[in-house]
């Protein structure tokens, strides 16, 4: 034999070790979980999920293995859940057993394994409740926190109407807009829609997005080793959100140089005094590391998936000119037009308050929710889920689940509203995800989307440059995210 052969041999020898050794592995691995597509060697089943895309392979593989599957993303095993009842249970009933935060290396790269997105345990619980509370304490899910709220829908009214009917992609100042509600809470801080360096900072933080939502993005959540290295767009996600961490270090030492104990002005100030109260406890998660990932994790959440929110919502509007009129109607018998929309409106407006629903279920921003891990072993309607494997609650599936809504492949108000036209609750809502990991700024948000619509809809009609018939609004993108299309819109005056 030549030392040719031999090597090949060698070769054959270690391959097919290696293949041996994996389905090994994967057999003793899967022997009592959840059953699911077979995977490859080292790309998992990454391949399958690339053929229609991710979020409509992971949800059409429910239909051939069951409402629980495993599914490998690389060589890490995820337990998917799908449809409203199992994610319910998962998430409200047994939510101590789901409640950590799951593998996601793209977002960890970006926010460095710290803020309150990612950590875990008492670590995660005490800043989880110090956030609730300080952000309630500047009005958060109350009625003082309308104001700053119905000031920026009047920079927007303003903007709109200087642009004298003329289309306009409205998206760029839309994210503004919704950034400076968050900004305000979280550093004290507005931006006017003319600072250039500002919007270039957004629209820099926006297009990180779309990377992190795309086939790269989920490249690097399956190979983050490899990845790391590999030229591709992936590698300018923390170059484009820079300057935006570069503000909020800067922010947080501006706050630093400037603190007043005795008057903390927002989110920044109270941290601070906390850090300072706990400035002798070495395990303490009130550290200025957390700070900075805390914040900037929320000012992203909270500007970009509520202006996403906005803009679908703002392109519904122009596609089905009919329920524009419908809304006229009621902001007309509610609140006319000599007064500004107010949060107990809502309640008096049944069908706006279902359309804005519709919205959120329908454009569905996160459709795969934010992946979670097991806390301990767990029994799971008969399958056994080992500690600290990762499980994907797909929303997508709650809030498409024909169990809770009757058409959920069209965009139908009814969905929330009963047979004498009056506002239903429905359990398959569930857009912010459910339990004690569901968004922190839920209240805030919803309060934002109806005072924003409601003032924009008072003073304008909003029309398509384009048969509103031929208007596309499928997502662009639809992984992390569903992004919407870009289109122009034109702001007429109502009066």
Known sequence: MTDLQSVMVILIGVITF?????????????????????????????????????????????????????????????????????????????????????SLPMIEHIFKHAGLALINGESWTQLRHFSLLTLRGFGMGKKSLEEPIQMEARHLVDHFKSLNGQAVDSSPIVICASSNIISKLLMGTRFDYNDKMWMSTLADSRNAFHIVSSTWGQLYDIFPGLMQYLPGPHRKTSLLLKSLKNFVEESVRTHQKTLDPACPRDYIDCF???????????????????????????????????????????????????????????????????????????????????????????????????????????TFHGYNIPKDTDVLPMLTTVLNDPSQFETPEKFNIKHFLDEN???????????????????????????????????????????????????????????????????????????
């Open 18 to 102: 290696i293949i041996v050794f994996f389905y090994w592995k994967y057999a003793w691995e899967r022997r009592k979980m959840p059953p699911g597509p077979f995977p490859l060697p080292i790309v998992g089943n990454f391949l399958q999920t690339q053929i229609e895309g991710l979020v409509p392979s992971l949800t059409k593989m429910a239909k051939k293995f069951g409402p629980i599957y495993t599914i490998y993303f690389g060589t890490r095993p995820v337990v998917v859940l799908t449809g409203y009842q199992i994610v319910k249970e998962a998430l409200l009933e047994m939510g101590d057993v789901f409640l950590h935060r799951g």
């Open 272 to 378: 601070l005094i906390r850090m300072n109260q706990e400035e002798k406890n070495i395990s303490t998660a009130f550290h200025v590391t957390n700070l900075i990932e805390t914040v900037f994790d929320m000012f992203l959440g909270g500007a970009e998936t509520t202006a996403i929110t906005i803009y679908f919502g703002l392109l519904i509007l122009i596609k089905y000119p009919e329920i524009q009129d419908k809304v006229h109607e009621e902001i007309d018998q509610v609140i006319g037009q000599e007064r500004e929309p107010q949060a107990d409106d809502r309640n008096l407006m049944p069908y706006t308050n279902a359309l804005l629903h519709e919205i959120q279920r329908y454009t569905d921003v996160f459709p795969m929710g934010v992946i979670r891990s097991t806390t301990r072993d767990v």
């Open 421 to 495: 036209g009056k506002f239903k609750k429905n359990n398959g809502f569930m857009p912010f995800s459910a339990g004690k990991r569901a968004c922190i700024a839920e209240s805030l948000v919803r309060l934002q989307l109806f005072i924003f619509f409601t003032v924009l809809l008072q003073k304008f009609t909003l029309k398509s440059i384009i048969d509103p018939n031929d208007l596309d609004i499928s997502p662009t993108e639809s992984g992390l995210e569903n992004l919407p299309p870009s289109h122009k819109i034109i702001f007429m005056d109502r009066f």
